[in-house]
């Protein structure tokens, strides 16, 4: 299983809408990546405090996933 990174750079609740949680995961199914089956993808949210972001950056790499995405 494939696993991906994504660090938000902002709070969970300033998205609004868990649509936008969905869109990542539904743009990878269309080449047949599922969330669950062939990929994991763990999310962690910085609040916009650059000492989070650091942090979860170096947790991701401790992790070793396959990718890392960077949300603003």
């Known amino acids: 299983m494939k696993r991906i990174g994504v660090l938000m ?7 609004g809408s ?3 949680l969905r869109r990542f ?3 990878l199914q269309k080449p047949g990546w599922v969330e669950g089956r062939n990929i994991r993808i ?6 916009l405090n650059v000492e989070a972001m650091q942090r ?3 947790e991701f790499v401790a ?3 396959d990718l890392i995405s960077f949300a603003n």
Do not use: D, H, N
């Open 63 to 65: 992790l070793q996933p």
């Open 25 to 27: 995961p539904e743009g």
């Open 18 to 20: 868990p649509s936008v």
């Open 42 to 47: 763990e999310t962690r949210w910085a609040a």
């Open 9 to 15: 750079a902002y709070r969970r609740k300033r998205l």
């Open 56 to 58: 979860f950056a170096k």
